[in-house]
């Protein structure tokens, strides 16, 4: 049957016109001639690289897709290396990553965000007053540098407004290195003992805005000009000043430190219970016996460590802080 010009005939011969689209191939850019770079800043989607001594605009390459790169990562770069102005060369390859600090925004989002990568210590920026120390922030920070297997260490700032020992006899137990600093007052500016901690190591600085920072980046670096704000007189809390994660040379060039914006949430949802007893080899060793499943909790039947405690094999205090992160982990995410 035809209708008008055109029959059912027609139809079943019809084809519809192909796009014309360039043949796929396999081959892809080898990058022979890409050079090594570090991350140094992010912003916006532009990556500042430290190349041969050179600071370098770049930006992320259509191949890496959807893989993230961020501060302290090495890539490997190709274009325009020159570093002037209004150059902007391309990340072609992420190299694979060390350790990688991630956190969660909150305890129950399942998304992971990769903080910076490639540190080897956890710095704990905590003052002593003013505003006062949060131990729920200390705690979840030890839990997260664990869980990357980063070495923590806890830096106490404004020791000349208070005592350090009450805050210090909470993670004796724990075994974690400290350092006390002052930049006001008697003794004031001395930094020999944490500039000995932060040598031949890449390490990175946490904690809630006003604890002092990036004031203590400005001394350790001069010439790095990170914004120092104020602590609110009413909350006690201060404002944000680092607005992205900076990376650092120290003087000397014997070490990194990567400057950290002030953060009030610190998700661990990501973090396992059995990933933060291997990071105490001594009390993981007496839960080979805690029955499947268990999560080393104080509520936790024929756990190991309670065993262990009982035959008088464990340090109790050890135990108790131990649990106090597992805890933590548990908790509200608010620093």
């Known amino acids: 049957m035809t209708t008008g010009r055109y029959s059912d005939h027609d139809h079943e011969h019809y084809e519809r016109p192909r796009r014309r689209t360039r043949p796929r191939t396999k081959d892809r850019p080898s990058y022979d001639d890409a050079v090594d770079a570090r991350v140094v800043t992010v912003d916006r989607g532009r990556f500042t690289l430290l190349l041969d001594g050179r600071r370098v605009m770049a930006m992320k390459s259509r191949p890496l897709g959807r893989k993230g790169v961020v501060v302290g990562d090495h890539v490997r770069v190709v274009g325009d290396t020159s570093g002037a ?20 925004a909150d305890d129950d989002d399942p998304v992971e965000r990769v903080i910076v990568s490639n540190a080897d210590q956890l710095v704990v920026v905590t003052a002593l007053a003013d505003p006062e120390p949060r131990p729920r922030l200390i705690d979840r920070a030890l839990v997260a540098a664990y869980d990357a297997g980063m070495a923590p260490l806890l830096c106490l700032t404004k020791a000349d407004l208070a005592d350090p020992e009450t805050l210090l006899s909470t993670y004796r137990s724990l075994g974690v290195p400290w350092v006390v600093t002052q930049l006001k007052g008697e003794g004031a500016g001395d930094l020999t003992e944490l500039l000995d901690r932060l040598r031949g190591r890449t390490s990175v600085l946490v904690g809630h805005s006003g604890v002092g920072k990036s004031t203590l980046v400005n001394a350790l670096v001069p010439g790095a000009h990170r914004e120092v704000g104020i602590v609110n007189a009413v909350t006690g809390r201060g404002r944000h000043t680092s607005t992205s994660a900076y990376l650092l040379e120290l003087p000397d060039g014997d070490g990194w430190i990567i400057d950290t914006p002030g953060i009030r949430s610190f998700g661990l949802a990501h973090v396992q219970p059995g990933n933060l007893i291997e990071a105490f080899p001594d009390l993981d060793e007496m ?13 936790e039947p024929e756990c190991g460590l309670d065993e262990a405690i009982e035959a008088g094999e464990a340090d109790v205090d050890r135990v108790e802080s131990f649990r106090r992160l597992l805890a933590a982990r548990e908790a509200s995410s608010d620093w």
């Not at 102005?85 to 969660?104: H, K, N, Q």
């Not at 839960?287 to 509520?299: A, F």
Request: hydrophobic share 20%.
């Open 85 to 104: 102005d209004g150059s902007l060369a391309r990340i072609v390859e992420v190299v694979p990553r060390t350790t990688t600090l991630r956190r969660t």
């Open 287 to 299: 839960t080979e016996t805690c029955p499947r499943g268990c999560t080393h909790g104080t509520d």
